[in-house]
Nanobody, 124 residues
Framework: QWQLVESGGGLVQPGGSLRLSCTVS????????VGWFRQAPGKEREGVAC????????NYAESAKGRFTISRDNAKNTVYLQMNSLKPEDTAVYYC?????????????????WGQGTQVTVSS
């Protein structure tokens, strides 16, 4: 039974940092691209970052470039999203997702496997 579990969300002040983790089980992570998505209240889900199967290619939303960094540790079955210089507009539920095809992830399309999400709130 596959499972993606996000952790690391919480309340942070503007300008602060958080590191989200996505721990994967039931599928061999080394064969999957993994992306982070977010959905704010009243808004559509949007892609934030993706890392390819080999870890050599990444893609970021314009809003995330220069502030967020995605990385993966296949030995720990975990993908991370380091978020710095957080802004109130980053407030959302953050989801990780995995797909066997790099291009699906890198284009922020509809990936196959999804986690349940973790709340990130940026507020003073």
């Amino acid at each position: 039974q596959w499972q993606l579990v996000e952790s690391g969300g919480g309340l942070v002040q503007p300008g602060g940092s958080l590191r989200l983790s996505c721990t994967v089980s039931g599928i061999p992570l080394e064969y999957y691209a993994v992306g982070w998505f977010r959905q704010a209240p009243g808004k559509e889900r949007e892609g934030v970052a993706c890392i390819s199967t080999g870890g050599d290619t990444t893609n970021y939303a314009e809003s995330a470039k220069g502030r967020f960094t995605i990385s993966r540790d296949n030995a720990k079955n975990t993908v991370y999203l380091q978020m710095n210089s957080l802004k109130p507009e980053d407030t959302a539920v953050y989801y990780c997702a995995a797909d066997y095809t790099d291009s699906v992830c890198l284009s922020f399309s509809d990936l196959t496997y999804w986690g349940q999400g973790t709340q990130v709130t940026v507020s003073s």
